[in-house]
C-alpha cells in the first residue's frame, strides 16, 4: 500500500470542490497504489489531516476607466489600511526602444527624472517623499517595452505625493551636473557586477538565447554611458512619455471616483501627443546547441544555467508550460528533491520562464560546489528529458496543478498583487475573466499536454548550457556536453 | 485641508484623501501559556480568508558550544526530514502542494519556522508543527545530506561571494563573547563534525514547548484555534529549561582594525561596526532614529553628503537590528574608483561627528516618526509579519504587545536624544573596523 495516494485522493475530490462543498478532513491512509514520486528522500506517510477543498476563491475585481488623453484607468479599492498605491505604465518608453550604441538610455531617462524638476533639486524631491514616508520610482528594464512610474504612501500623504509624481513625470531637468553622477556610480557598479557570479551567467545566457536582440541585454558598457548625453535623455523623454498608450493603477484607500478626480487634478498638464505605441519584434530562433563557460577564478562554486527561449504572453501553450515548469522546478519539484535532497550537489535550484509581448525565455538553474559539476549537470539535464519523454504521474500532477490553484487564496493579502494580475490582463490584452477562469484551466491541463509542452519548449536541439566557476577544473567538463566558447569574466572571448 | 474621506474638495488642485493622521487599528493578541510552558499568542484578522502560523524556538547560534558553530541551523534543516507521523520532506510538499508557503531560519538569537496556508487549512499546521516538536526523525542518513545542502547554502552564500568573509570578519573581530562572535552558518570543519548524538542532544534540550512561542494570526477563531494546540501540542512533555546563555560582553577599550584581501572583490569596502546596548535597552529606538538619520534613503546625511556631494561612494548604509545581547551599529560603504577607503573613512567619520555636534533639522525627526508609522502600516497587511512580530516580541523582550507601541515610542524620541546615543555609542575606542581589498589580480581567466 502506498502512502502517497492521499494525495491524489485529496486532489481528486478538490477539482470537484472548486465549484461547491464543504470542508472536510482527510485522515489516515487511504487505498490504493498510486505511483511513487520520482525521486527519494521525500516519503509521504499520508497522516496529516489536509483539508479536501481547495479554498474557493474569487478574486476582487479592480474599476476601470478610459479618461480623454488617453489614459487607461484601473483602480482597486481596498479600504482595509490607510494607504495607497500606484503605478504609471507608459508602452513604448522602455529599454527596448534604445538605440544600439545607447543601451542604458530608456532605464537612465527614468532614473534621472527622479534626480530634478524646473523647481525642484534632487534632494528636495528626497526630503519631501521620505520626511511624509512615501516612495517614487521610475524604473524600465534594458529589455522592457514600457517605463514604470510607482509608489506609494500613506493616505494622509498621497495627494501631496500626486503633486511630486506630476512633477517629476512632466517637468524633470536632466541637468547635466546629475547625469554625471549617475553616470560615475552607475560606471562603479558595473565593475562590481562583474564580481558576482549570477550576474556573469545572466549576462552569458541572455546572449546566447536571444544574440543581438533587446532581450540579449543584461548592462549597459561604459561606451554605452559615455554615449548618452542630457539632451538625449531630455529627447527621449519629450517623444517617450506620452500618456496615448498608457495606464494608472491604483491599488489601496480609495475609490475610482476619487482616483479619477486625483488623476485629472494633478496629470492635466499630460497631453495626448499622437505617439506611436511602439512596435516590437520577436527575437530570431534560438541557434544550435552550444555550451559556454565564463571563467571566474577563485570560484568554488560552478553556476549553472540551461535554457531556451519561451513564449509570449499570450500563447496557448502558457497554461500547460506553467505547470510542467512546476513539477520540474517549482519548489518542492523534481529538481529540488532529486539535486539537492537526494544528492546534496546545491542549496537552492530551480526553473522559470518569463513571457512578455516578445518571446521570453526559460531556465533551469543552480549553482553546485565545483567539484560535482559533472553529475549536476548530467541530473538536470536528464530531469529535464524525463519531462520530455515519460508522461508525469498522475498524482505528482494533480499535487501540481492544486498547488497553483490552491495559492490563489494567499494573494488575497495583498491588493498590490492582485491588481498586478490585472495589469498584466491590460498590458496584454488577457480576457477580462482571465483570473476567475484560469484555475478551471489549469486544471483542465492533462499529462499529455504538459509533456508536449515539455517535448516543444525543451527539445534538446534548443538549450543553450552557460557555466560560470573555476575553468582550470570544469573545462574538459563542458567540453563534453558539445561546443563550448569560453570567455573571462569582463565578458571577452578566451581561446 | 480636511474634508472627509468621501466628500472630494474640488478647490484648486487639492484632491484630499482621508484625514490627516487616521489612527491605525491596533493588533488585538490573546497571550495564553499551555501547562507544559507553551505560549501561544493568537490574532484574528478575517480580512483574507488565509493564515499564518509561526513557531519560535529559544536557541540560536548564541547557544552554540565551541567546536559545533553552525550547528543551530544546521538542526534548522533536520526539522524538514520527517517525524513520527511525518515523511522526509512531507512537511513542505504538503504545505506548497495545498497553495501554502513555509520556510525555517536561524539567527544568533532564535529559530523560527513558519507556514502561510489557506485558512481552511489550520490543521495541517498545527498538526506538521506539533509533530515534529514531538517526535523529529533523527537518522544519520538525514544528517549527512543535510549537512551536504547547508555546506552548499554556506559555498553560496559566502565562500563563493565577494565580501562573503567580511561579514564573519567584523563579528569575530568585534565580540569578545564566544556566544556572538561567530557566524549563524558556522565553519565547514564544524559542520562536518557534527554528530546523530549532538542532534539527539540538541533537540532534546532546546526543542521542547516550555521553550518555544506560537504565534498565529489570520483568519481563524481563537477559542477553536486555542482548543486545537491543546490537542495536537498539550500532551508534548517539558524539558529541564536549557542553560541560561553568558551573554555578557567586555567593555572595549580601544579600536579594532583589520585588513582582509578578497580574490573576489572587484572593488574594496568598508565595514565598522560600533558596540551597542542590547535592543531592549532604553537607548533602543534613539538608536533606530538616529540610523534613520543617516542611512534612511536619499535625504540622508551619509546620501545626501558622501555619495551625492563629495561623490566619494556608491552607497553608505547604516543598521542595527533586534539583538538580545551586545549588538552591532553597522556602517558600510564602497568607495567609487579613484577615491580610496580612506576619504571614504573620513568622509564617515566627518558625518557621525557633525551629528553629535550640530543640530538636527526638525524635518529629520519627522521622518523618522513618519517612517515607523508606515512601517507599522506596511507590516500589518501580512498575517506573516505580524505573526513573526508577535511570537519574537514575547520571545525576546515578553512583550508580545510591542508592535502596537512602536509608533508612540519612536515619536518621543527627540533630537537631544539622538545626539545623546550617537555621543555614547559612536565613538573610536569601542568600534571595530573591517577593510576588505580585492586581492591582486589572479591571471586572466584563471586558467
Same mark, same amino acid.
Given at each position: 500500500m502506498s502512502n502517497r495516494t492521499i494525495l491524489a485522493a485529496t486532489v481528486a475530490i478538490a477539482t470537484g470542490a472548486m465549484s461547491s462543498s464543504a470542508p472536510t478532513l482527510a485522515q489516515g491512509p487511504p487505498p490504493g497504489g498510486a505511483p511513487q514520486p520520482s525521486t527519494t528522500q521525500m516519503v509521504l506517510k499520508g497522516k496529516a489531516p489536509v483539508s479536501n477543498e481547495v479554498l474557493k476563491v474569487k478574486l476582487p475585481r479592480p474599476q476601470e476607466a478610459d479618461l480623454a488623453n488617453g489614459l487607461h484607468l484601473i483602480v482597486l479599492e481596498d479600504r482595509r489600511l490607510p494607504q495607497i498605491t500606484f503605478q504609471i505604465i507608459i508602452p513604448g518608453a522602455g529599454g527596448y526602444f534604445d538605440p544600439a550604441d545607447k543601451i542604458g538610455l530608456a532605464s537612465y531617462t527614468a532614473q534621472l527624472m527622479r534626480e530634478g524638476t524646473r523647481t525642484r533639486t534632487s534632494p528636495q524631491i528626497s526630503e519631501t517623499l521620505e520626511t511624509m514616508s512615501a516612495s517614487l520610482n521610475v524604473a524600465t528594464g534594458l529589455a522592457g517595452t514600457s517605463a514604470s512610474i510607482s509608489g506609494g504612501s500613506l493616505t494622509e500623504n498621497f495627494d501631496k505625493l500626486m503633486d511630486l509624481t506630476a512633477d517629476v513625470l512632466l517637468n524633470p531637468a536632466f541637468a547635466p551636473a546629475e547625469w554625471d553622477r549617475l553616470r560615475t556610480r552607475t560606471k562603479a557598479g558595473l565593475v562590481q557586477s562583474r564580481?558576482?557570479?549570477g550576474f556573469l551567467a545572466a549576462e552569458r545566457f541572455n546572449r546566447a538565447v536571444f544574440g543581438a536582440h533587446p532581450a540579449g541585454r543584461v548592462s549597459p558598457s561604459a561606451a554605452n554611458l559615455d554615449a548618452i548625453t542630457p539632451e538625449a535623455l531630455m529627447e527621449f523623454h519629450k517623444t517617450r512619455y506620452a500618456p496615448d498608450h498608457a495606464a494608472i493603477a491604483f491599488a489601496g484607500d480609495l475609490s475610482l471616483a476619487e482616483a479619477r478626480k486625483l488623476v485629472e487634478a494633478k496629470l492635466s498638464g499630460w497631453k495626448k501627443a499622437g505617439a506611436p505605441k511602439g512596435s516590437v519584434m520577436e527575437p530570431l530562433a534560438v541557434g544550435a546547441p552550444r555550451v559556454f563557460l565564463v571563467a571566474r577564478p577563485g570560484s568554488v562554486q560552478t553556476t549553472l544555467s540551461v535554457g531556451t527561449q519561451s513564449m509570449i504572453r499570450t500563447d496557448p501553450d502558457y497554461t500547460a508550460l506553467t505547470v510542467v515548469n512546476r513539477v520540474l522546478g517549482g519548489t518542492m519539484g523534481r529538481l529540488f528533491r532529486h539535486l539537492r535532497e537526494e544528492k546534496g550537489y546545491t542549496y537552492g535550484v530551480g526553473s522559470f520562464f518569463s513571457a512578455t509581448?516578445?518571446?521570453?525565455?526559460?531556465?533551469?538553474?543552480?549553482?553546485?560546489?565545483?567539484?560535482?559539476?559533472?553529475?549536476?549537470?548530467?541530473?538536470?539535464?536528464?530531469?529535464?528529458a524525463e519531462l520530455r519523454e515519460k508522461p508525469i504521474p498522475a498524482a505528482e500532477f494533480a499535487d501540481v496543478k492544486r498547488a497553483i490553484v490552491g495559492s490563489f487564496a494567499l494573494a488575497l493579502e495583498s491588493p498590490q498583487q492582485v491588481l498586478g494580475y490585472y495589469i498584466d490582463n491590460w498590458q496584454y490584452g488577457l480576457p477580462a475573466d482571465y483570473w476567475d477562469t484560469y484555475p478551471a484551466r489549469v486544471m483542465e491541463i492533462t499529462p499529455a499536454q504538459a509533456?508536449?509542452?515539455?517535448?516543444?519548449?525543451?527539445?534538446?536541439?534548443?538549450?543553450?548550457?552557460?557555466?560560470?566557476?573555476?575553468?582550470?577544473?570544469?573545462?574538459?567538463?563542458?567540453?563534453?556536453?558539445?561546443?563550448?566558447?569560453?570567455?573571462?569574466?569582463?565578458?571577452?572571448?578566451?581561446k | 485641508m480636511t474634508c472627509g474621506l468621501k466628500r472630494l474638495c474640488a478647490a484648486g488642485v487639492v484632491v484630499a484623501l482621508g484625514v490627516a493622521a487616521a489612527p491605525v487599528r491596533k493588533i488585538q493578541l490573546t497571550d495564553t501559556k499551555l501547562k507544559n510552558g507553551l505560549r501561544v499568542i493568537i490574532s484574528e484578522d478575517h480580512s483574507a480568508p488565509v493564515y499564518s502560523i509561526v513557531v519560535q524556538y529559544n536557541v540560536g547560534s548564541r547557544d552554540e558550544r565551541k567546536g559545533r558553530t553552525g550547528f543551530a541551523h544546521l538542526f534548522e534543516h533536520m526539522m524538514f526530514k520527517g517525524s513520527e507521523n511525518v515523511g522526509q520532506n512531507e512537511h513542505p510538499y504538503l504545505i506548497f502542494m495545498n497553495g501554502g508557503s513555509m520556510n525555517g531560519t536561524t539567527s544568533k538569537d532564535r529559530t523560527m519556522y513558519y507556514e502561510t496556508l489557506p485558512a481552511n487549512q489550520l490543521d495541517l499546521g498545527l498538526f506538521l508543527e506539533a509533530d515534529r516538536m514531538k517526535s523529529l526523525?533523527?537518522?544519520?542518513?538525514?544528517?549527512?545530506?543535510?549537512?551536504?545542502?547547508?555546506?552548499?547554502?554556506?559555498?553560496? %552564500?559566502?565562500?563563493?561571494?565577494? =565580501?562573503?568573509?567580511?561579514?564573519?570578519?567584523?563579528?569575530?573581530?568585534a565580540y569578545?563573547? *564566544?556566544?556572538?562572535?561567530h557566524s549563524v552558518i558556522g565553519s565547514m570543519a564544524d559542520l562536518s563534525a557534527a554528530s546523530v548524538e549532538d542532534v539527539a542532544a540538541f533537540f532534546k534540550m532546546y526543542y521542547a514547548p516550555n521553550n518555544a512561542v506560537i504565534g498565529i494570526v489570520g483568519d481563524v477563531n481563537t477559542k477553536t484555534t486555542l482548543a486545537k494546540i491543546e490537542q495536537y501540542f498539550g500532551a508534548i512533555p517539558r524539558q529541564p529549561a536549557p542553560p541560561a546563555v553568558d551573554m555578557s560582553e567586555p567593555a572595549q577599550k580601544e579600536e579594532r582594525r583589520l585588513t582582509l584581501e578578497d580574490g573576489l572583490a572587484r572593488l574594496p569596502r568598508i565595514d565598522m561596526a560600533y558596540k551597542i546596548p542590547p535592543s531592549s535597552g532604553p537607548d533602543d529606538d534613539a538608536i533606530g532614529?538616529?540610523?534613520?538619520?543617516?542611512?534612511? %534613503?536619499?535625504?540622508?546625511?551619509? =546620501?545626501?553628503?558622501?555619495?551625492?556631494?563629495?561623490?566619494?561612494?556608491?552607497?553608505?548604509? *547604516?543598521?542595527?537590528?533586534d539583538s538580545r545581547g551586545p549588538g552591532l551599529f553597522r556602517v558600510s560603504g564602497t568607495p567609487l574608483p579613484g577615491k580610496t577607503l580612506a576619504d571614504l573613512e573620513t568622509a564617515i567619520d566627518a558625518e557621525i561627528e557633525r551629528l553629535k555636534a550640530d543640530p538636527i533639522a526638525d524635518w529629520e525627526i519627522e521622518k523618522a516618526r513618519t517612517s515607523a508609522r508606515r512601517a507599522?502600516?506596511?507590516?500589518?497587511?501580512?498575517?506573516?509579519?505580524?505573526?513573526?512580530?508577535?511570537?519574537?516580541?514575547?520571545?525576546f523582550y515578553d512583550q508580545p504587545n510591542r508592535i502596537n507601541t512602536h509608533e508612540e515610542r519612536i515619536a518621543k524620541v527627540t533630537a537631544a536624544d539622538v545626539q545623546r546615543v550617537a555621543r555614547q555609542y559612536l565613538v573610536k575606542a569601542?568600534?571595530?573596523?573591517?577593510?576588505?581589498?580585492?586581492?591582486?589580480?589572479?591571471?586572466?581567466g584563471g586558467l
Open positions: 564580481a558576482n557570479p509581448q516578445y518571446r521570453g525565455s526559460w531556465q533551469a538553474s543552480t549553482s553546485v560546489r565545483t567539484e560535482v559539476t559533472e553529475p549536476a549537470l548530467t541530473d538536470l539535464l536528464a530531469e529535464i509533456q508536449a509542452a515539455a517535448q516543444k519548449y525543451w527539445a534538446p536541439g534548443r538549450l543553450q548550457i552557460v557555466a560560470v566557476g573555476d575553468a582550470t577544473k570544469i573545462t574538459d567538463i563542458l567540453k563534453k556536453k558539445g561546443d563550448l566558447e569560453v570567455y573571462d569574466a569582463d565578458g571577452n572571448p578566451l | 526523525g533523527i537518522t544519520k542518513d538525514n544528517l549527512e545530506n543535510q549537512r551536504n545542502a547547508v555546506q552548499e547554502e554556506r559555498r553560496s %552564500g559566502v565562500d563563493n561571494q565577494p =565580501y562573503g568573509k567580511t561579514f564573519e570578519a567584523i563579528d569575530e573581530l569578545d563573547n *564566544a556566544a556572538y562572535e532614529v538616529m540610523a534613520t538619520i543617516l542611512s534612511g %534613503g536619499r535625504s540622508a546625511r551619509f =546620501y545626501e553628503s558622501i555619495v551625492r556631494q563629495k561623490q566619494l561612494s556608491t552607497g553608505v548604509s *547604516a543598521f542595527s537590528g507599522f502600516v506596511n507590516s500589518i497587511a501580512s498575517s506573516l509579519n505580524i505573526a513573526v512580530r508577535l511570537s519574537e516580541d514575547a520571545l569601542s568600534r571595530t573596523v573591517v577593510l576588505t581589498v580585492p586581492k591582486p589580480a589572479a591571471p586572466k
